[in-house]
């Protein structure tokens, strides 16, 4: 669950409240709760806020393939501080909508494009593995990739060339598409660049180097090919599920 708070921000007098209406793509599918409609009332401000989501496991549970201070660190630190970044982003604009003043528009939407991807992609990427994990998927997840990839090899080779060939800092990711209706490998650069709008994030791999250096060192090929033993493929078969059921473009 991407957790979002309910508003918690007490009335203060001369404020407007304001709200943020999610799209129901990665919201409903990821599993970010939408936020409820407030009352428009001159006397009272609203302020949703995200929050981190605890990490499924303890911080050690996925050595030897990461280590637990790789791990305290992305997850308490890293993923805080998007989740703090989405959120002041998110009081900048509500500020501008009280003042009128969007001077500074631009900038702020793009810290809220690079913050809320952030505590989206890390929000899955903890999910997609576990202690448990490894193997190969079953049932229509299998089939949706032998299909589309040509084989479990096939798909194996595609998200590993994309993970490990990401230009800096960014993501491999398998999405679904809801216009083919089908899996597909992508990139993300940074958190939000040249990645897929619209698709549904359902395995990613954090190749940012806060990820992997004080383990792996540049060695990120090593950190790639060793995630697949920690992929939990029951999570990503889930996300799939639900993904390929929400007809989220029917419309279009
Ligand atoms: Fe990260």
């Given at each position: ?21 999610m ?7 990821v ?18 806020t ?8 303890e ?20 993923h805080?501080g998007?989740?703090d ?8 604009l509500?500020e ?9 528009v ?20 903890w ?18 990739i ?27 990711m ?36 806060h ?10 090929g ?31």
């Amino acid at each position: 669950m991407i957790n979002r708070n309910e508003p918690t921000t007490p009335p203060t007098a001369s404020t407007r409240r304001s709200f943020l209406q999610m799209t129901g793509l990665t919201a409903g599918i990821v599993g970010i709760s939408t936020p409820t409609a407030i009352a428009n009332d001159e006397t009272t401000t609203t302020t949703m806020t995200y929050e981190l989501p605890p990490l499924p496991y303890e911080y050690d549970a996925l050595e030897p393939t990461i280590d637990a201070k790789i791990m305290r660190l992305h997850h308490d630190k890293h993923h805080q501080g998007y989740v703090d970044g989405a959120n002041a982003a998110l009081e900048s604009l509500a500020e501008m909508r009280q003042s009128g003043n969007f001077d500074d528009v631009k900038a702020v939407k793009r810290d809220l494009s690079f913050n809320l991807s952030g505590h989206v992609n890390h929000s899955v990427f903890w999910k997609s593995m576990s202690p448990d994990g490894g193997g190969k998927p079953n049932g229509e997840l299998a089939d949706a990739i032998d299909e589309h990839f040509g084989s479990f090899e096939g798909f194996k080779e595609d998200f590993s060339a994309a993970a490990k060939n990401v230009e800096g800092s960014g993501w491999g990711m398998l999405v679904f598409d809801h216009i083919s209706n089908e899996p597909m490998v992508i990139q993300a650069e940074n958190h939000n660049d040249i990645a897929v709008q619209g698709s549904t994030p359902l395995l990613v791999l954090d190749v940012w180097e806060h990820a992997y250096y004080l383990q792996y060192e540049n060695k990120r090929g090593d950190y790639v090919d060793n995630f697949w033993s920690v992929v939990d493929w029951d999570s990503v078969a889930k996300r799939y599920e639900t993904a390929r059921n929400a007809n989220v473009f029917d419309d279009c």
